[in-house]
């Protein structure tokens, strides 16, 4: 009963390193999303990928890359990371069913760069 | 404007009352609408699809009023475990379409 998996829960990294979070799903939605989450500014969305091999840019996509490696991942890539990029993340995938989408979310990934 | 705008709160209430939540979107053209909460420091769950005939689940009751562009949460009968933010979630039309978080309310139920 996976559902959405995300990793690293915790990360640490100094500024100007990279990194790659990662996302999976077992639940053979077709879309997926990247959201990070700031105190008071609720989820704002960074990338999300309606299908296997198509991502959008979100409201926050500046900084970060990813891709869609197949259907069930979903990837985050920090170049270079910024004090500004501390956050929490978030990786969700949905299903549209009878005209209804429902999102289920990772369990988040707590990023500081110091 | 905020595709989706919510009031913060935080709303302060004791265990037994009735709370309501408001949450405004500005595109006339959304189709999908959700209430989800989160927890301290956890993700976001789903907690109720909003119907535009309006949808009850317990002590929690969901409207959509797609003329004045809002969806509204009322809670009865507040539990200490309803505390929590309720963050109100709209989506565009298409099949493709991405999902649009409000910053959330938060409710706070006292003894």
């Known amino acids: 009963n996976a559902g959405v998996t995300q990793t690293p829960k915790f990360q640490v990294l100094k500024t100007g390193q990279s990194m790659t979070l990662q996302c999976a799903q077992d639940m053979n939605h077709n879309s997926m999303y990247w959201y990070r989450q700031d105190p008071g500014m609720g989820l704002r969305l960074i990338y999300y990928?309606?299908?296997?091999?198509?991502?959008d840019k979100g409201e926050v996509p500046n900084g970060y890359n990813v891709s869609r490696l197949n259907k069930r991942e979903f990837s985050l890539r920090l170049e270079s990371a910024a004090p500004s990029q501390t956050s929490v993340y978030f990786c969700?995938?949905?299903?549209?069913?009878?005209?209804?989408?429902?999102?289920?979310f990772g369990q988040g990934t707590r990023l500081t760069v110091v | 404007r905020k595709e989706v705008e919510q009031d913060p709160g935080p709303f302060n209430v004791p265990e037994g009352a009735t709370v309501a939540f408001n949450c405004t979107y500005s595109n006339s053209a959304s189709q999908s609408f959700f209430w989800y909460r989160q927890d301290c420091r956890k993700e976001p769950k789903l907690l109720m699809s909003v119907y535009s005939s309006g949808n009850e689940d317990g002590r929690f009751t969901a409207q959509l009023n797609r003329a004045s562009q809002y969806i509204s949460l009322l809670i009865r009968d507040s539990k200490l475990s309803d505390s929590a933010t309720y963050l109100c979630?709209?989506?565009?039309?298409?099949?493709?379409?991405?999902?649009?978080f409000g910053t959330g309310t938060r409710l706070q139920v006292t003894l």
């Open positions: 979630v709209v989506t565009g039309p298409g099949t493709a379409s991405k999902l649009t």
């Open positions: 969700a995938s949905s299903s549209r069913t009878g005209g209804i989408t429902e999102a289920f």
């Open positions: 990928s309606a299908s296997e091999g198509t991502t």
